[in-house]
């Protein structure tokens, strides 16, 4: 019973993760997506053609149409795949296009009815209460026969309910480090600091060659904060650190270190926004630069380019730096999730086999790799980036294939409450109104009050 309340206060809830500073979730797609989507399900005009006999009819309610950057490619993966089975499985596509009203429609399905055949989840989702309801399928015995090989090492792990993995993280989103290489040059330094102690050391020179060393905000949702704390977080704690919530002496420390991080921001960082961290970075004033995958096509642009010099040409990739006596390790990643996919527990092993078919069809490295370089979006899936990818992407991609471990940022562990509260939080300690543990503090009673 506590599981379908948990389940039913969830369709009250209005988290939107995906909309997070520095790209929508629906970004143009690359050509005739809807269009594409409607043809391969074989639905034109919202009605399905009828099932032929002893036709196993998968229905997938799916976000990833119209202007979505993965919509094209979606629409190829179900028009080949169906063709392929002709006869004898079929996956038809129910368009949804709205974010928050596809969430509310799964939300409603689920809590007063059966689960879809297939449908993605967000972090605004409790997945572990949806994993627990005994509506979705264990896909367990599936990835232990060899499937599981193809996802990123951890990616399984702090999704799984009891050793069970019944919702797939599919669709990710990654936090390395960009950095301008002609201001570190300038600053003394050929290479980007493995430790923070060394971090500081670099800020300083950064600093004193007359450059931001990075960008931060308070304002809005305080992005670029949320993801440096985040990084930091991990670095002291390691990959447990959410393990006992913010009792974790971690997250005090890294306060502290954050409140250090805004003497090397630009002026007026409390009350700047997203654009104000961007564009500081485009201009070529600021040296690191922190935000996820859909950010790099602006490396790329023309109009970001000075003198015919593309920014992506003066950036390279790095890694969290490691933190004096912390738990973290070089290879650990700072990552969330924008997309999980769930299938329905299926009665029926024949449509049970049809729905891991369809799921180890379009989780395919080889036809990964081909989606992430039409889409620009990134999974959790090992795979070997296009040779027409471009070289951030290729390196961001090589560290998510690496990683020896991951960790969510601050606002994927946390209930919508902290993530609430963490830009006035913020302000409140880079403005001496709290401490380190006053800040922890803070997000704890927000957390706390909400409940």
């Known amino acids: ?53 002893g036709e196993i009819v998968i229905n997938f309610p799916c976000i990833w149409v119209g202007t979505d950057s993965k919509a094209a490619y979606m629409a190829k993966l179900v028009e080949e795949f169906n063709a392929e089975n002709a006869g004898s499985i079929r996956v038809e596509i129910e368009e949804q296009t709205d974010y928050q009203a596809y969430r509310d429609k799964i939300r409603t399905t689920i809590t007063t009815g059966d689960a879809p055949d297939l449908c993605i989840l967000d972090t605004t989702f409790d997945i572990r209460a949806y994993a627990e309801s005994g509506k979705f399928m264990d896909l367990t015995p599936y990835l232990n026969d060899g499937w599981g090989a193809d996802f990123t090492d951890g990616a399984l792990d702090a999704w799984s309910v009891d050793g069970n993995t019944f919702i797939l993280p599919f669709e990710s989103a990654i936090f390395p480090l960009v950095y301008n290489k002609e201001i570190l040059a300038e600053a003394g330094w050929d ?38 704390y985040s990084l930091i977080v991990e670095a002291i704690g390691g ?33 700047a926004t997203a654009s104000d961290v961007n564009g500081h970075f485009i201009g070529r004033d600021t040296a690191v630069y922190l935000n996820g995958p859909w950010w790099i096509a602006n490396l ?50 024949a449509k049970e086999a049809a729905v891991v078919k369809f799921l180890q069809y379009i989780s395919d490295p080889e036809r990964v790799s081909e ?18 990818t471009n070289d951030i992407s290729k390196k961001f991609t090589e560290l998510a294939n690496n990683a020896g471990y991951t960790v969510l940022h601050v606002n994927g562990a946390f209930p919508t409450a902290f993530s609430t509260e963490f830009p ?6 880079v403005l001496d109104q ?5 800040f922890v503090d803070q997000l704890q009673t927000a957390i706390d009050n909400a409940q």
């Open 300 to 349: 790329y642009k023309e109009d970001n380019a000075v003198d015919g010099e593309l920014l992506a040409d003066v950036c390279d990739v790095a890694s969290n730096p490691t933190y004096a006596g912390g738990k973290g390790t070089s290879d650990g990643l700072v990552t969330t999730v924008q997309g999980f996919l769930a299938a329905a527990k299926q009665d029926d092993p």
């Open 239 to 271: 990959k447990d650190v959410y393990a006992n919530g913010l009792e974790d002496p971690a997250f005090v420390e890294a306060a502290e270190v954050l409140k250090r991080m805004y003497d090397y921001t630009f002026d007026g960082a409390v009350s």
């Open 371 to 388: 989606w992430a370089l039409d889409s620009g979006a990134m999974f959790f899936i090992k795979y070997t980036p296009s040779p027409d």
């Open 434 to 438: 709290v401490d380190a543990q006053g």
């Open 1 to 53: 019973m506590k599981k379908l309340q948990r389940l039913m206060a969830v369709v009250l809830s209005a988290g939107l993760l995906l909309t997070a500073c520095g790209g929508g979730a629906q970004t143009p797609a690359q050509g005739g997506g809807s269009q594409a989507a409607e043809a391969a399900s074989g639905s034109a005009g919202g009605e399905a053609a009828p099932a032929q006999e």
């Open 424 to 429: 006035a939080a913020v302000s409140a300690l």
């Open 191 to 228: 290479h980007f600091p493995a430790t923070y102690d060394e971090f500081f050391e670099m800020a300083e020179d950064v600093k004193a060659a007359g450059y931001n060393v990075m960008g931060q905000m308070a304002g809005d949702n305080a992005w670029s904060s949320m993801l440096w």
